[in-house]
């Protein structure tokens, strides 16, 4: 089995920061690229930023300059500095990933985390 575990979730004031982890578990061969979204109630869910294995972002243009994502891959993980925020930003965010596994090197999976609630406050 494959897990994507999140923390750094909370209540923060508008203006302050937070940091997002997802640590990727499991019978783990390799993880290509890696992503956070994020989702409202009643919308659908978007795009955040996006990290290829060789390091290579994209940042959706309502973060960009504000959010960084990267990764350790020693460690499995991704990371989401989040600076600036604005109340706008509430919502809950997922990690996503692309994985191999030991079992099925044949196959790429598209993983999901459980989920993390951010809430910015005015």
């Known amino acids: 089995q494959v897990q994507l575990v999140e923390s750094g979730g909370g209540l923060v004031q508008a203006g302050g920061s937070l940091r997002l982890s997802c640590a990727a578990s499991?019978?783990?061969?390799?993880?290509?690229?890696m992503a956070w979204y994020r989702q409202v109630p009643g919308n659908q869910r978007q795009l955040v930023a996006g990290?290829?294995?060789?390091?290579?972002?994209n940042h959706a243009d309502s973060v960009k300059g504000r959010f960084t994502i990267s990764r350790d891959n020693a460690k499995n993980t991704v990371y989401l500095q989040m600076n600036s925020l604005k109340p706008e930003a509430t919502a809950v965010y997922y990690c996503?990933?692309?994985?191999?596994?030991?079992?099925?090197?044949?196959?790429?999976?598209?993983?999901w985390g459980q989920g993390t609630q951010v809430t910015v406050s005015s």
């Open positions: 990290i290829s294995s060789g390091g290579s972002t």
């Open positions: 996503n990933a692309f994985i191999t596994t030991y079992q099925r090197r044949d196959v790429t999976s598209t993983y």
């Open positions: 499991g019978s783990i061969f390799s993880i290509t690229r």
